[in-house]
């Protein structure tokens, strides 16, 4: 099993910057892919940003230039740095691990971000 907690969400207005971490502990995996997803009510949960333990990054195109994805493999903690917020923005934000290897998926409780206009 792997725990993941998560702190950082608020609520903040447009424009602004907010900056998410998630821990992750428990049966970790030297290879893996930490990143964020989000939901959004009535809609589906979907990639925001991830990144590999080798570093390599991906990003939904609505966040590119706005947001960067990050991790700190000996804190085994990924952080997402949000810069110039948008109403848009606005969901609940949620962490994930996944294990390269037997690629099970781990799911952080949620933190809910607001962006007001």
């Known amino acids: 099993q792997v725990q993941l907690v998560e702190s950082g969400g608020g609520l903040v207005q447009a424009g602004g910057s907010l900056r998410l971490s998630c821990a992750a502990s428990?049966?970790?995996?030297?290879?893996?892919?930490m990143g964020w997803y989000r939901q959004a009510p009535g809609k589906a949960r979907a990639l925001v940003a991830a990144?590999?333990?080798?570093?390599?990054?991906n990003y939904a195109d609505s966040v590119k230039g706005r947001f960067t994805v990050s991790r700190d493999n000996a804190k085994n903690t990924v952080y997402l740095q949000m810069n110039n917020l948008k109403p848009e923005d606005t969901a609940v934000y949620y962490c994930?691990?996944?294990?390269?290897?037997?690629?099970?998926?781990?799911w952080g409780q949620g933190t809910q971000v607001t962006v007001s206009s």
């Open positions: 994930n691990y996944n294990r390269v290897g037997d690629w099970r998926n781990y």
């Open positions: 428990g049966n970790l995996f030297s290879l893996n892919t």
């Open positions: 990144i590999t333990s080798g570093g390599s990054t």
